[in-house]
């Protein structure tokens, strides 16, 4: 059986998500943030013999899914068909019996990696960084991260809609970190969908003229030494870049399962 979710399910799914809550913490961190139903977000589940099998997250154009296996009941591709979605994601795994219904879809496949130790460098300056708060802030971050053509996920929302999202993932769903000169922000990172557990990095991006300056590592390092030593939670992130994987390695983040996205063939 599926059904749509309401407020009084709160509670149950959310221990069933946590039963992996770094993998689930784009669904967990939507209920935190967004609650079970509004003009931009709803959730389903399915139930086996009366217990949690799989839950659907639909946030504007991101439908997230997560399952305990991979037998997958053809009856979610009614539920996904409802919404006009523009990204389908959940782990690798799960995406595999999905996506010969959608033919017109590429697979964009990425590594899942974690971190729960870290030793920060004694060396950075932090000085400059500020921790996003206002829509003014938002629209100067939305300013530079336009200008980076690799993040497509950036790309395919408008000015509106990421400023609404970086705001939403603020305070106590998220942080957002920059560094500003001459009224423009050169570089920033953001951790999102924070929940009492963990978070997710992503989007860490310098502008193009300040770039092999140690911007890109200043803001990254501050996240992560904020998270994982300071909020005692576990930080994500996602990479498709092999030689990146070194890197993160070494800053003490291990692997986890991989991931994928169903996105327009553009």
Request: with cysteine; glycine share 4%.
């Amino acid at each position: 059986m599926i059904r749509k979710l309401e407020e009084k399910d709160r509670e149950s799914v959310l221990a069933f998500l946590y039963d992996e809550p770094e993998v689930n913490l784009y669904l967990i961190g939507d209920i935190y943030n967004s609650g079970f139903d509004n003009d931009h977000q709803q959730l389903y589940a399915e139930f086996r013999d009366g217990e949690y099998y799989a839950v659907m997250g639909r946030n504007r154009s991101q439908i997230t899914y997560y399952a305990k296996d991979t037998d997958f009941n053809e009856e979610w591709i009614g539920i996904f068909n409802r919404f006009d979605f523009l990204f389908l994601s959940a782990k690798e795994k799960l995406i595999q019996p999905i996506k010969r219904f959608y033919p017109d879809m590429q697979e964009d496949k990425m590594d899942f990696m974690k971190s729960t130790t870290f030793t920060p460098a004694e060396d950075i300056d932090y000085s400059e960084i500020e921790i996003l708060k206002t829509k003014a802030e938002a629209k100067k971050v939305y300013d530079l991260l336009a200008t980076i053509e690799e993040l497509y996920t950036v790309h395919k929302k408008t000015k509106e809609e990421y400023i609404t999202y970086l705001l939403d993932n603020s305070g106590e769903n998220g942080t957002t970190i920059y560094i500003e000169r001459n009224n423009e922000v050169i570089a920033c990172a953001s951790a999102v969908f924070e929940s009492k557990k963990s978070a997710m990095i992503v989007n860490v991006a310098t502008h193009k003229e300040h770039r092999k300056k140690g911007l890109g590592k200043k803001v990254f390092h501050f996240l992560v030494d904020l998270y994982v030593n300071h909020k005692k939670k576990t930080l994500c992130l996602y990479y498709d870049d092999p030689r990146a994987e070194s890197l993160y390695k070494n800053m003490g983040f291990v692997d986890m399962e991989r991931w994928s996205m169903l996105a327009p063939d553009d």
